[in-house]
């Protein structure tokens, strides 16, 4: 039951929606469950939310000229303008607060292929739950 809430909390806060993941991930490694599964299960969810805004952001354009649309017709081109001038490898920050979860949005926006979005939030995502197990373990 603890992977599968790990799983679910890892999942909601790769999306638009706030959730603590580092936190769930810490509290189960100090309870002593298994270090390395418990980053497996977290980065899994959390990959799988950010395709899940990958998605979203590939739908997005066919409401882009919706009254009730929330994204302004400006508020879209600046990112667009931001991931055009740094590209797919900004995907390595979608780990990070703020800019991280929407970043995962304009990839979709972008048409950024699936396979080149996976493997770069995988390694991000990945990386930082390796550093919160490290951290929670006490290895640094």
């Known amino acids: 039951m603890v992977y599968l809430g790990l799983f679910l909390i890892a999942f909601i806060a790769a999306t638009l929606l706030p959730a603590q993941s580092e936190a769930a991930l810490a509290a189960a490694i100090a309870k002593g469950y298994a270090p390395w599964l418990l980053v497996a299960v977290a980065t899994l969810g959390n990959v799988l939310g950010s395709t899940l805004n990958w998605w979203l952001g590939r739908e997005?354009?066919?409401?882009?000229?919706?009254?009730?649309?929330?994204?302004?017709?400006?508020?879209?081109?600046?990112?667009?303008?931001?991931?055009?001038?740094?590209?797919?490898?900004?995907?390595?920050?979608?780990?990070?607060?703020?800019?991280?979860?929407?970043?995962?949005?304009?990839?979709?926006?972008?048409?950024?292929?699936?396979?080149?979005?996976?493997?770069?939030?995988?390694?991000?995502?990945?990386?930082?739950?390796?550093?919160?197990?490290?951290?929670?373990l006490r290895w640094v």
């Open 60 to 136: 997005l354009n066919r409401f882009g000229d919706r009254r009730w649309f929330p994204v302004k017709p400006a508020q879209l081109a600046r990112a667009r303008g931001w991931y055009g001038r740094y590209g797919r490898w900004s995907l390595l920050l979608s780990w990070a607060p703020v800019i991280g979860d929407p970043l995962t949005l304009v990839a979709g926006v972008m048409r950024e292929p699936l396979r080149v979005f996976l493997v770069l939030v995988g390694i991000a995502k990945l990386t930082r739950y390796l550093v919160v197990a490290a951290i929670a």
